[in-house]
């Protein structure tokens, strides 16, 4: 338990390590699937929706860490927020770019054009510029440019680009009466809750 609440440099190093790699392995399993004929009928696809899943998953985990650090006081996992969030990312863009594969015989202002105009493809642009965002200030310098109050509400906007990418998932999977969307929404709001419950409790404690 000690270990766990107060680890050494060098278990932190190990256990960054040990995340990265557990966060490439969906890219590995894609690309051995993918290599070795695995991926099914519409191999294309099948890419677009592991990518948009483990985009939404790492969306979660980095939306995690917080509650998570301050039920087990744990603050090191602090340090740990920016890595889910670089990979959800980093499957977001993999995600839109297979998208782009998936539509390249149409011209590419067409379709940027069906992306802006049609719900359920808007909603997860907008996620994904979203993350763009969060992911060029997630740098200390932008931190100490910005200032902590500034940079930590813009980093708020984690919880816009996963409630936009729930209901993108939602409006894009309806139509096939599939309900794994709403877990997922479950999880945000309730992640979401937890963070707003903090919020209010704390300005309570500084207004007494
Ligand atoms: C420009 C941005 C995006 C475009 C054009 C796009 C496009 C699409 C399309 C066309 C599908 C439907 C696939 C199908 O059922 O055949 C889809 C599904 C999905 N997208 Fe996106 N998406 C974008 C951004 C995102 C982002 C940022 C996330 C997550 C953070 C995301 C998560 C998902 C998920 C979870 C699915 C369902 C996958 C499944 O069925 O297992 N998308 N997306």
Redesign the pocket.
């Known amino acids: 338990m000690e270990m766990l609440a107060k680890p050494s440099p060098r278990q932190l190093a190990i256990l960054r390590v040990v995340l990265h790699l557990a966060s490439l392995l969906p890219l590995a399993r894609l690309l051995f699937l993918g290599v070795t004929d695995g991926l099914g009928d519409e191999p294309v ?1 099948a890419v ?6 483990w ?2 998953y ?2 979660c985990f980095t939306l995690a860490v917080t509650p998570l650090r301050r039920v087990t006081g744990w603050n090191w996992l602090a340090a740990f927020r920016r890595l889910p969030g670089m990979y ?1 990312f980093a ?2 863009v993999l ?2 770019a297979t ?2 594969w ?1 539509r390249r015989s149409a011209e590419l202002l067409a379709v940027l054009a069906r ?1 802006l105009t049609r719900m ?2 808007l909603t ?2 907008i ?2 510029v979203i ?1 763009l965002v969060l992911a060029a200030t997630s740098f200390q310098v932008a931190m100490r440019w910005m200032g902590g109050k500034k940079w930590q509400w813009l980093h708020r906007l984690t919880y816009v ?2 409630v ?2 729930v209901v ?2 939602w409006l ?2 309806s139509r ?1 009466g ?1 309900n ?2 709403l877990w ?1 929404g479950a999880i945000v709001a309730a992640l979401l809750l937890f963070r707003l419950a903090a919020f209010i409790a704390r300005r309570n404690r500084n207004q007494e």
């Open positions: 696809r677009l929706w592991k990518t948009g899943d985009s939404l790492m969306l959800a499957y977001g995600h839109f998208y782009l998936l992306i359920p493809l997860g642009f996620s994904l993350m680009s996963a936009l990418a993108h998932y894009e999977v096939y599939a794994q969307p997922f």
